[in-house]
């Protein structure tokens, strides 16, 4: 593929620039720790930061700390936990009870009952917030099975699921992505924001900007709401390094 025009010609602009992490500045891998930047990402971001006319910022579902381990850029301004967690300010109160009421539930998976006897491959990562559950290195024929079970959790008052790649996150609502890249659009109202990212919960990120009459990238294959798309985490760099090339 070529850059998109379109995509090309923003360069011009002051850009408020919002990217995803995984699957769009990494390419999805089967295991999360394992998922290093594309190369050329954290300098393309680097760039960026110290551009005299646009600003970046990553939005992500993993926790500031797990984003900054793979990014390590400490001047970036990387907000955590589908936007729960923000630089310089505390995050809430976790509620562990209802983490436990997640947890207690999900115990057939973990011990491996009834049609989940012999299920390897299932992971929880707890991120002390948030509790994802990732099915992605189970056997394919119980991944619907698995999908099924984990939307029958009762959720406790006021929390929700997000799906993802081959992961089903249970968090309290009132947060998510789109609400994280308004906020931050407010902070910056000169400049034209942009947000890529790869995945459903990127969705609600992409209908925020398109109604500030911003620009929505996604990267890889699947529906969308977003007008550009990229192939792949190397082409979002590619993107980032032409940005981050053009003088003010
Ligand atoms: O919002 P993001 O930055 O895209 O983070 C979303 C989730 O990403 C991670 O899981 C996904 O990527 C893994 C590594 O490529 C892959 O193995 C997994 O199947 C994907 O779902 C991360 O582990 C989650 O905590 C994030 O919420």
């Known amino acids: 593929m070529t850059l998109p025009e379109a995509l090309v010609r923003l ?7 919002l990217c995803d992490y995984d699957g769009t500045l990494a390419p999805i891998v089967a295991r999360p720790e394992d998922a290093r930047p594309e190369e050329g990402a954290r300098a393309a971001l680097q760039r960026l930061l110290h551009h005299p006319r646009h600003e970046v910022a990553v939005i992500t579902g993993r926790s500031v700390a797990a984003a900054q381990g ?4 400490s001047d970036l301004t990387v907000i955590g936990l589908h936007g729960m967690e923000w630089p310089g300010e505390p995050p809430p109160r976790a509620d562990r009870e209802a983490l436990s009421q997640i947890s207690r539930q999900l115990q057939p998976l973990i011990d491996r009952e009834g049609v989940f006897a012999n299920l390897p491959g299932l992971r929880l990562e707890d991120k002390g917030w948030t509790m994802a559950v990732h099915y992605r290195n189970a056997p ?3 991944h619907a099975a698995i999908e099924d ?3 029958g959790v009762n959720l406790p008052p006021g929390w929700e699921t997000v799906e993802g790649k081959k992961v089903h996150e249970f968090r309290p ?11 931050l659009a407010r902070r910056f109202p000169e400049h034209h ?3 890529l990212g790869d995945d459903v919960t990127d969705e609600e990120a992409f209908a925020a900007v398109l109604a500030l009459d911003g620009t929505a990238v996604k990267v890889g ?3 969308t709401l977003a007008p550009h ?3 792949s985490p190397a082409w979002a760099v590619a993107l980032l390094e032409h940005w981050a090339g053009q003088e003010a």
Do not use: C, Q, S
């Open 11 to 17: 360069a011009d602009w002051p850009l408020l620039i």
């Open 173 to 183: 609502g009132g947060f998510g992505k789109g609400r994280a890249a308004l906020t």
């Open 140 to 142: 394919a024929e119980l």
């Open 70 to 73: 793979f990014l390590n850029t």
């Open 193 to 195: 924001p942009v947000f």
């Open 149 to 151: 079970f984990l939307t």
């Open 229 to 231: 798309r990229l192939d």
């Open 221 to 223: 294959e699947g529906e």
